[in-house]
């Protein structure tokens, strides 16, 4: 058993993490809920840096525990110890980045990982399904938003040799790019409109891919920095989200083609 599981003991935690900076750590409850299994490397501020309002056991005494070890894979053991077969985490934290480690591995298809293979297949399904609704039950695109929606995420993560987010909503991102890059992705069938985009998960996104479906085919609107697309979008307040139109977007992808070009 490569891992450790600390409970109580806040000095051995931190003694642990001082002699492992290249190891990683898994922040949960006592109860290790598996709703809150989050990974962070060992050298994660989050997981190291005691805020002064928290006092003595912040780590290890409270609400939380914490368990180490020196590889992913040995905690993905432990996931699968405390009854989650398929060895993923509830979450991967944004800060630290640990899907970025070079002994990082993903799960594998059998356990819910999905293979390039396996995603072009499935978005050949959906795409399918998707016009068989429309064309044949009478059903309009844009309440077909779900299917629609992950068909989208299917053609990112196509398009950028990527991976799909292995849980949902973990890191508020859909794809995770060959090189790192967090992309968030906005599907819709609607010919005008706007995209929504959350300001509370701003910080776990680098990139946006807004893709609009018409005529049973995808057309790819914008894809590039988020920064970029909330700088030319409305803010709400009391929505805190940012509403980015179509064809802003559109017109956004046609000057970063231009400038590309010059």
Same mark, same amino acid.
């Given at each position: ?5 600390? +409970? ?12 492992? =900076? ?17 990974? /962070?490397?060992?050298?994660?501020? /989050? ?15 409270? &609400? ?37 480690? =070079?002994?990082?591995? $993903? ?13 072009? &297949? ?5 795409? $399918?399904? *998707?016009?068989? $609704? ?8 844009? =309440?077909?938003? /779900? ?49 929504? *985009? ?12 807004? +893709? ?49 070009? +010059?």
């Amino acid at each position: 058993m490569d891992y450790k599981v600390f +409970i109580d003991n806040d000095a051995e935690y931190l003694k642990w993490v001082e002699l492992n =900076e290249t190891g990683f750590v898994v922040n949960t409850t006592r109860t290790k809920r598996k709703a809150y299994r989050v990974l /962070h490397k060992a050298s994660c501020r /989050h997981v190291t840096t005691r805020q002064s309002w928290q006092g003595d056991g912040a780590f290890t005494s409270r &609400d939380y525990i914490k368990i180490c070890a020196p590889t992913i894979d040995s905690l993905r053991a432990w996931t699968r110890a405390e009854g989650e077969s398929s060895g993923q985490f509830s979450q991967e934290c944004a800060s630290c980045k640990p899907w970025l480690s =070079e002994s990082y591995t $993903e799960v594998s298809s059998a356990s819910g990982g999905l293979s390039l293979e396996n995603v072009k &297949d499935l978005h050949d399904k959906y795409l $399918e399904l *998707i016009k068989f $609704e429309v064309e044949q039950l009478g059903v309009k695109p844009t =309440e077909a938003r /779900h299917l629609i929606g992950r068909l989208g995420e299917f053609y990112c993560a196509l398009t950028v040799n990527g991976t799909i987010s292995h849980v949902v909503n973990q890191h508020g991102f859909d794809v995770l790019a060959q090189d790192g890059r967090r992309i968030s992705v906005k599907t819709t069938a609607q010919k005008s409109g706007f995209v929504r *985009i959350s300001e509370k998960t701003l910080d776990k996104v680098d990139d946006l891919m807004v +893709i609009q479906y018409a005529n049973g085919r995808l057309d790819e609107v914008y894809f590039g920095n988020i920064q970029l697309a909330i700088s030319h979008a409305r803010y709400y307040d009391n929505l805190k989200a940012y509403e980015l139109d179509i064809s802003k977007a559109r017109a956004l992808s046609s000057a970063q083609v231009v400038a590309t070009e +010059i």
